[in-house]
């Protein structure tokens, strides 16, 4: 797997600046065990900009000496696994000084925690970073194991959708974890919603022939993509985020991949419309990416 040669790895310090807050904690171990499995550079970026804290609403320092040497360690550990590695301090929003990073052609992978005030959402640089920034974005969960066991890959069968089957797939195979590829794909408007109103024995046939050209549709897509043997692949019917979200919590997923998409004609503006639904409904990693043609807004 030769996608990823540099990451970023965002580092979020504590409100005293003096060391890394608990997420960042299970970022930089999710870092360093992609990084030691592909070769690749890490660069912790750490942003002083004076910022509101999101959880005490509260200007935070920079960092302390201890802080300082957090940052230190950070390097000294990814060294002892034989990575290069660097500590970058950066003045401007960090959302934004990550963005031109990759711009620069610094970094093909961001990773960051995931944190937000009430500690299940996704905070606002997250956010900013999944609409706008033009490289993939791996959100880490504060807790699990940092090796993805198992690994949902949603697809609409659209191309970026695809790519994120592709990715899951070769994330599945550098850890040696289970793949679940889904997709869904809507009911009928003809069909009545509840389960227990009598349907139509011709609209039983009618949605019996529309899943059937949806499996059609999908296994299509999928074959191309040389997808392991191993693989689990779930056709359902219904609203997407809802369709997803279940399979997550049934397998109890440790990423998701998904593809992420502006809408409306405003560029990083608006995730696509999934995406923007499963933000704070999904529990575990997130990885988020563009269509190859997507031009940062940055």
Not at 105 to 123: H, K, M, P, T, W
Not at 168 to 196: I, R
Not at 273 to 292: G, Q, Y
């Amino acid at each position: 797997m030769q996608r990823f040669r540099r990451i970023l790895l965002g580092i979020d310090l504590a409100l005293a600046g003096d060391r890394l807050t608990s997420g960042c904690l299970r970022a930089v171990e999710q870092g360093l065990q992609l990084a030691q499995r592909l070769g690749a550079e890490l660069e912790f970026l750490h942003s002083t900009w004076a910022d509101l804290h999101e959880e005490n609403q509260a200007i935070r320092p920079g960092p302390s000496v201890e802080g300082l040497r957090a940052l230190e360690d950070l390097v000294e550990r990814a060294t002892a696994l034989g990575l290069h590695a660097r500590v970058r301090l950066v003045h401007d929003r960090a959302w934004l000084e990550i963005i031109r990073a990759v711009q620069r052609g610094e970094a093909d992978l961001v990773l960051v925690a995931r944190r937000s005030q009430g500690g299940s959402g996704y905070g606002s640089v997250t956010r900013k970073l999944m609409r706008k920034c033009p490289c993939p974005v791996w959100v880490v969960r504060a807790e699990g194991g940092s090796e993805p066991r198992t690994i949902v890959a949603a697809t609409d069968l659209s191309t970026v959708g695809n790519l994120a089957v592709v990715l899951g797939a070769e994330l599945a195979d550098l850890f040696g974890g289970a793949l679940h590829v889904v997709h869904a794909w809507p009911l009928p408007l003809s069909v009545p919603m509840l389960p227990e109103l009598d349907v139509p024995a011709q609209t039983r046939i009618d949605v019996e022939q529309q899943e059937a050209a949806a499996r059609a549709r999908f296994e299509q897509a999928l074959a191309p993509l040389a997808l392991p043997p191993t693989a689990r692949r779930h056709l359902q019917c219904g609203a997407p985020s809802a369709v997803i979200q279940e399979l997550v919590e049934r397998h109890a997923a440790d990423l998701l991949v998904m593809g992420s998409v502006s809408r409306g004609g405003i560029a990083g503006l608006l995730l696509g419309n999934t995406a923007e639904r499963l933000l704070d409904r999904v529990h575990c990693s997130l990885l988020t990416i563009k269509p190859r043609d997507f031009i940062s807004p940055i």
